[in-house]
């Protein structure tokens, strides 16, 4: 049931500013008492700790899964749309200005860097990226990410065009 509970909340941050969501907005989508959310978070602060954990863990699975295929080209595509596809908060949070919430900034920067072990671990066994090259490869996925996701350009962000550059550029 928790799960149920924090993919539902996740969509609402997803959509909208933490600041924009109250906690009665948050219970009324998930049909319930403003008092039986405080049951399963002390607060909105904590809940979107729990939020951003959760969020995080559902895109270190994903990216586990991503870097089992052999296709840079395919691991490029799903990486820049995997923030829309899914609306994983975690992966768009340093985009909404949450970093602006000392507890939530501190959040972020500790899961960033499991984030930058994560794709340093795969880059450099895979194609012997320096740690540096790792930095700016993830820096250009999150920006094109940012433009599919934020903006609402895959209409007009054509990743198949933009693969061939990046491949390039980095391998």
Not at 98 to 111: G, P
Not at 130 to 152: H, M, R
Request: charged share 25%.
């Amino acid at each position: 049931m928790k799960t149920e509970i924090l993919d539902k909340i996740e969509s609402l941050f997803f959509e909208d500013a933490f600041m924009d969501v109250s906690m009665d907005d948050v219970a009324k989508n998930l049909n319930m008492k403003k008092a039986s959310l405080y049951y399963h978070f002390a607060s909105k602060e904590q809940m979107f700790i729990d939020i951003l954990n959760y969020s995080f863990g559902k895109y270190i699975k994903y990216l586990n899964k991503t870097f089992l295929c052999d296709d840079i080209n395919l691991i490029i595509s799903w990486l820049v749309s995997f923030p829309i596809e899914s609306k994983n908060l975690f992966s768009v949070v340093s985009q909404k200005w949450y970093c602006k919430i000392w507890i939530v900034r501190d959040l972020i920067v500790e899961k960033n860097k499991e984030l930058l072990n994560v794709f340093h671990t795969y880059f450099k066994e895979k194609h012997n990226f320096t740690n540096e090259k790792t930095i700016i490869f993830q820096w250009i996925i999150n920006d094109l990410s940012k433009k599919y996701c934020i903006f609402d350009c895959k209409e007009t962000l054509d990743i198949n065009k933009l693969i061939p550059e990046i491949q390039k550029t980095f391998f």
